[in-house]
C-alpha cells in the first residue's frame, strides 16, 4: 500500500521555525521527486517546493526562497521540510507528494502535472 504520512504541523509564531516531515512506503523512494504542496484556507492547493531525492535538488516557489529547505534521509524514505522566518501567509494545510521526476520544476513552476500520490497533509498557523 502506498502512504505518504506528513508530519511536524503546529502552531507558531510569526518569525519562528518548524520542521514537516513526509515520510514515505510502498513505492521505490528514488523513483520519484517529493513535492510540498499547501492550501491555505479557501483558496488553492498550491507547489511551494520539489527536490529529486537521490541528489536533492530542489525548487521552490518565490515567496519561500531562502527560508524553506528540503532535505532528505533516503534510509528512511523521509522528506523534510525547514521552514524558517514564518509568515501568517503561510499559514496553511501543507501535503507531500510523489511526483514524476520529469515535472518537478514544472509543478514548482504552476504547471500541475505527474502528481501520483499524497498524503493526507498536516495543518500550519503562523500568528502574527
Known amino acids: 500500500e502506498v502512504q505518504l504520512v506528513e508530519s511536524g504541523g503546529d502552531l507558531v509564531q510569526a518569525g519562528g521555525s518548524l520542521r514537516l516531515s513526509c515520510a514515505a512506503s510502498?513505492?521505490?523512494?528514488?523513483?520519484?521527486?517529493i513535492g510540498w504542496f499547501r492550501q491555505a484556507p479557501g483558496g488553492e492547493r498550491r507547489a511551494v517546493s520539489c527536490a529529486h531525492v537521490d541528489h536533492l535538488y530542489a525548487y521552490y516557489v518565490d515567496s519561500v526562497k531562502g527560508r524553506f529547505t528540503i532535505s532528505a534521509d533516503n534510509a528512511k524514505n523521509t522528506v523534510y521540510l525547514q521552514m524558517d522566518s514564518l509568515k501568517p501567509e503561510d499559514t496553511a494545510v501543507y501535503y507531500c507528494?510523489?511526483?514524476?521526476?520529469?515535472?518537478?520544476?514544472?509543478?514548482?513552476?504552476?504547471?500541475?502535472?505527474?502528481?501520483?500520490?499524497w498524503g493526507k497533509g498536516t495543518l500550519v498557523i503562523v500568528s502574527s
Open positions: 510502498g513505492f521505490t523512494f528514488a523513483d520519484y521527486a
Open positions: 507528494t510523489a511526483i514524476q521526476r520529469e515535472w518537478c520544476r514544472t509543478v514548482v513552476e504552476g504547471l500541475n502535472h505527474g502528481m501520483e500520490y
